[in-house]
């Protein structure tokens, strides 16, 4: 099967994707004077979905360019790369939720009102922690994907399961790096799958304040401004919970199917691909900065 026309498309989404994002980044350090400057952390936290968006493209791009000229650059390198970024991303959008989450709903339990008061301390503790975690798993993947290399010989594409999990129990046998690596993708699984649900959790709590103080708010012009921005931003807010949810199933099925069957480099650069996309659209939509200067163009 030729797949040129596929590595084509992936290519023009891709670079398409960074030009935006390029674009958004623009928008971030030379605001207008209408949109005004963003407020720490919310810089922060948009600055680095907007990289995480143009690292992927970027690995995407890479990937595609390994089709035609193979041998140029780490794949194993460029996929561990990916994964980062994306488990990076996920986290990112988590905190956006939980900051949004604060800064709409009045804190009345003291757990609330600590993370209120200390929004910036958490948020930054927390991007800090996650990079550090992260990247621990970033590096235990590169040295267990080499190594399954050279047990097995990476060039066979046709794999069956059966072959798969042998080479897993050799390499388990041959290699204590493996077993680690294996602790920190379910730990990396449980802090993801807590973070989706915690995500999923603030953006209905949100909703149903919402809901309920929107009649109270409908007489005054200004707070219906308000309720509509709110509304938006919790709306793109739910949109990227599933958005990631999306991702994180990816790397589920991942972690369970050998990554030398036929198919799986077009499989993980769609993912990206999707995922990339649909956030860098997520974020002009909610995002009055991003979505007034791309108006304005």
Not at 230 to 250: D, K, Y
Request: charged content about 10%; hydrophobic content about 45%.
């Amino acid at each position: 099967m030729d797949y040129f026309a596929f590595n084509l498309m992936i290519i023009l989404v891709s670079f398409t994707g960074i030009l935006v994002n390029i674009f958004l980044l623009i928008c971030m350090f030379c605001p207008q004077q209408r949109t005004g400057q963003l407020k720490q952390p919310l810089n922060v936290l948009l600055g680095t979905l907007v990289g995480c968006n143009i690292t992927l493209q970027l690995c995407n791009l890479i990937c595609e360019m390994m089709t035609f000229s193979p041998g140029f650059m780490s794949y194993n390198f460029i996929i561990e790369l990916a994964y980062f970024t994306m488990r990076t991303s996920v986290t990112s959008s988590f905190w956006l939720n939980v900051f949004y989450f604060c800064q709409i709903v009045p804190a009345q339990h003291c757990l609330f009102i600590c993370l209120k008061r200390n929004i910036r301390f958490f948020i930054y503790s927390a991007l800090i922690a996650d990079k550090i975690f992260f990247l621990f798993g970033f590096t235990a993947g590169i040295t267990c994907a080499e190594i399954h290399d050279e047990l097995f010989c990476g060039n066979n594409l046709n794999t069956t399961y059966t072959q798969f999990n042998e080479t897993q129990n050799a390499i388990s046998t041959a290699d204590p790096m493996q077993n680690v690596f294996v602790v920190d993708t379910w730990l990396r699984c449980c802090y993801l799958s807590l973070c989706l649900c915690v995500m999923l959790a603030l953006n209905c709590g949100t909703i149903l304040y919402l809901q309920k103080h929107m009649k109270n708010m409908e007489e005054s012009n200004f707070s219906s401004v308000c309720i509509k921005r709110q509304m938006r931003v919790t709306i793109t807010g739910i949109i990227q919970t599933i958005l990631s949810l999306f991702c994180f199933l990816w790397m589920i099925v991942d972690e369970l199917l050998p990554q030398y069957i036929d198919l799986y480099a077009y499989i993980c650069g769609t993912v990206a691909c999707l995922y990339s996309l649909g956030t860098t659209i997520n974020l002009c939509v909610g995002q009055t900065i991003f979505r007034s200067n791309a108006i304005k163009m």
